[in-house]
């Protein structure tokens, strides 16, 4: 229960965002959920092999230099697999691979939302603010 609500509310968030652009749901969660998202993994990957190189670090350039790449790669496959969709069939087919992958695993459509769209990127963005602390030399053994 608490799932759905959590879902609904940011089901919420995603149509007030859309509101000042003119954007319905569809549209909004679209821009933001396949576009945005992988862009923002994109970016604090990118940003970490920057701080890296800047500060010398070279453990943290090849690792990040490849989470960079893992990255990009991913992202550009998603946007060459969404661009050439409406934006309505764009929503209703990563709609779909959601409830595919719910049912695969055994979980609720709200909850493989919630793992991907709230988990999975906090996690992403975490570890890299993680890295960046790591690499300035802000985290220290106790």
Known sequence: MIIKFIFAFLCGVL???G???GLNYEETSVY????FCPLLCV???LFTTY???RKKKSAFIVVNSI???LYILITWGIFAHYS????HEQFNDCMWKLYGLSDHIGISYEAVNLLIYVVL???IILFHLFEVLAIDGKLKKK
Do not use: M, Q, T
Request: proline content about 4%; glycine content about 0%; hydrophobic content about 60%.
């Open 15 to 17: 149509y007030v965002i």
């Open 19 to 21: 509101l000042p652009f």
């Open 32 to 35: 933001i959920c396949i576009y």
């Open 43 to 45: 970016a604090c990957a």
């Open 51 to 53: 701080k890296a190189i």
């Open 67 to 69: 989470i960079s790449v």
């Open 84 to 87: 050439r969709l409406s934006i």
């Open 121 to 123: 990127l906090s996690a």
